[in-house]
Structure formats: structure tokens, C-alpha cells
């Protein structure tokens, strides 16, 4: 069974041990968009101590990523210094692309991502985009993304087909993406 | 099965010098084999103590024997770190997979009279084989996943 979880009900998740100590709260998940696989979460503190932790958590360090919780082995899983994290988060549309806009190669607009969704099962990676109406559309879509041509922090560049691949909702991506993969493999 | 809730009130008695040490009010647990690690026990004054299970010398219908006063910790002793602390108290608290799924809240508890093991965990979302206990923290209590 696959779970479908969104980015924004991740964020604010917390980040609890095996041993049941929550040590901080989800504030962003940073992940590649042209792959599609979560790299890190950038992390906030809990309680009195809430605000910005100075401290991230790698995605090969997390062990596994839940509807309620991000779980880790221990509190050693957060990296300390977070270099490698800072340089994925200032990569090109890593740090958000909620708010970017969808642009076919063709140049229709599809929508502004509102949403990213994420299979949570296996390995989690991003399977697509929950993409606000549009005035031609007027409707909220879900959007899947194999490979988008390009990425930067105000728009993403899908290949033209993406827009006869759309979904009600996030349980229909996998189809969708199938769809879409099949079509691009025709094209290539 | 014997559940926790059920001797939650009863005496505890030292059988070294037959004096009444206290109540049972809570307990912790610890896992691999999970059991029973620490009673807490209501005594006299403000603070409760601590008195690990393998001071019990027998868990009785009316009263619990432990050989001494001589395990009884003061709580305030105790590091929120460590095992035994109230903090990490299993009642009222949710339950977590290791997936990071939520699994309701411990209910109760039902365990072994005999050597304290933990036969499960009675959540509001149904039964958990105590075998499958990985830790209980300050926040959570985390189970391994079924099947």
C-alpha cells in the first residue's frame, strides 16, 4: 500500500527517536527537483527553545518518514554542521517550489505549485505537484512530474504531453505518471 | 493477564522491617526483552519514589513485597534521561511506529505478575504485542511495525 503525504503537512512534523524523545520539528523539506528525491529537512526547536535550529537532517539519516512523525535512530542523526545541507538548499529550487509557476516547454501555463506530493513508500520521492487553477483550468490538478526540462525558484518547465496527465487527486499520480512516462518514451 | 491499572493504589511493603513504603501510581517500562523496568510508588511527602522490579520480591493480590526500603530512589533524584523518570511514563501517551505512524494513545497495561514482562500495550487503536516495544520517551511510546 502506498501513502501519498504532502510537504506541507510534513512540515511541522515531528522529528522523533526510536527511543521516543521528540528532539525538533520538520520546518521545510529540501529535495532535487529534477530527481525528484528528498535530500534533507531543515528543522526548527521544539517548545521554548522553538525558532530556527541551526541544525538540518539528512534524508540518509532519517529512518523513516511517517504521516505523523519523521523518525531517526537517535539525536546523533542531526547533523551539527549543516554545510552540506546549506549547499543543496541554495541550489536552484531546492529550498521551495511552492508558489513557482508550471510552464510547458510549448509555453502553457499549467498553474502555481501549491503542493508537492511525496510516496512515502520505499524510499520517498516526489511524484508530483498539486497545481492551483489557472483560469483556463479553473480547478486544482494534480501534476505528475518525471522529469521536468528545468527548474528555477519562479518556474518549472514540464515537457508539453505533461498537461494530458493530470489527476483529481494524489492517489491517481501513479497512474498518471505511468501515462506520462509511457508517452515521453514514445516521443524520445 | 494482570493490567496495570489494576494495581494502580496498591501497598507496597518492605518485608526487611514490615513497613508500608507506599502506592503504586505508575511505572516504566524498558524494552528488549520489554518489561517492567521502575514502579512508582505514592509515599508519604511531596515527592514519589522509584523502586526498580528487581527489588520486588513478589507482586501479590493484596500487597507488593520488595526486600527493602533500601531501592527506594527519590524521583527528584533521577534524570529526565534516564529510564526511570516519570517522564517516561507509557500511560496516556501516543504510540508511534518506527514508520512514523501514529497508533492512538496507551490505555493500559498488561504485563506479568511473575517476572514483569510486558505481555502488551492496550492502546485506543487495539492490542500490542509487548514483544514488539522499542522505547518509550518523553514524547512517545515506539512500537515496531506489524507483520
Avoid at chain 1, 525558532?51 to 518518514?65: D, E
Wanted: hydrophobic share 40%.
Amino acid at each position: 500500500m502506498s501513502t501519498y503525504l504532502r510537504a506541507r503537512e510534513i512540515s511541522q512534523e515531528p522529528v522523533v527517536t526510536l527511543a521516543g524523545e521528540d528532539v525538533a520539528r520538520v520546518k521545510d523539506i529540501v529535495f532535487d527537483p529534477m530527481r525528484g528525491s528528498i535530500t534533507c529537512f531543515t528543522l526548527s526547536g521544539q517548545g521554548l527553545l522553538a525558532g530556527p535550529l541551526k541544525r538540518a537532517l539528512l534524508w540518509k539519516k532519517v529512518h523513516a518518514l511517517g504521516p505523523d512523525a519523521v523518525m531517526i535512530r537517535d539525536e546523533a542523526s542531526l547533523e551539527d554542521d549543516d554545510e552540506a545541507a546549506r549547499e543543496r538548499i541554495d541550489a536552484p529550487g531546492g529550498g521551495s517550489v511552492i508558489g513557482a509557476r508550471v510552464i510547458t516547454e510549448d509555453g502553457t501555463a499549467l498553474g502555481t505549485i501549491t503542493d508537492v506530493i511525496i510516496e512515502a513508500s520505499g524510499t520517498p520521492r516526489v511524484i508530483g505537484y498539486e497545481v492551483g487553477p489557472t483560469a483556463r483550468t479553473g480547478q486544482t490538478v494534480f501534476l505528475p512530474v518525471i522529469k521536468p526540462k528545468s527548474v528555477s525558484g519562479e518556474m518549472m518547465v514540464v515537457p508539453a504531453c505533461t498537461a494530458d496527465f493530470t489527476a483529481g487527486d494524489p492517489a491517481g499520480l501513479p497512474a498518471a505518471a505511468e501515462g506520462l512516462r509511457r508517452r515521453l518514451e514514445q516521443e524520445a | 493477564m494482570m493490567l496495570f491499572s489494576t494495581t494502580q493504589g496498591r501497598t507496597v511493603v518492605a518485608l526487611s522491617t514490615a513497613e508500608r513504603l507506599g502506592t503504586i501510581a505508575a511505572c516504566t517500562l524498558a524494552p528488549s526483552p520489554a518489561h517492567i523496568s521502575a514502579l512508582h510508588l505514592k509515599t508519604r511527602g511531596r515527592h514519589g519514589h522509584i523502586m526498580l522490579w528487581k527489588n520486588v520480591h513478589s507482586f501479590g493480590e493484596d500487597a507488593v513485597t520488595v526486600r527493602s526500603a533500601e531501592g527506594l530512589k527519590p524521583e527528584k533524584e533521577l534524570d529526565s534521561a534516564e529510564e526511570a523518570h516519570k517522564s517516561h511514563d507509557p500511560l496516556g501517551k501516543r504510540v508511534l511506529t518506527e514508520a512514523g505512524e501514529s497508533m492512538g494513545t496507551v490505555e493500559d497495561i498488561d504485563f506479568d505478575e511473575q517476572d514483569g514482562s510486558l505481555r502488551a500495550l492496550l492502546t485506543t487503536e487495539g492490542k500490542v504485542p509487548g514483544d514488539r516495544l522499542m522505547g518509550v520517551g518523553s514524547y512517545a511510546v515506539v512500537v515496531h511495525r506489524p507483520g
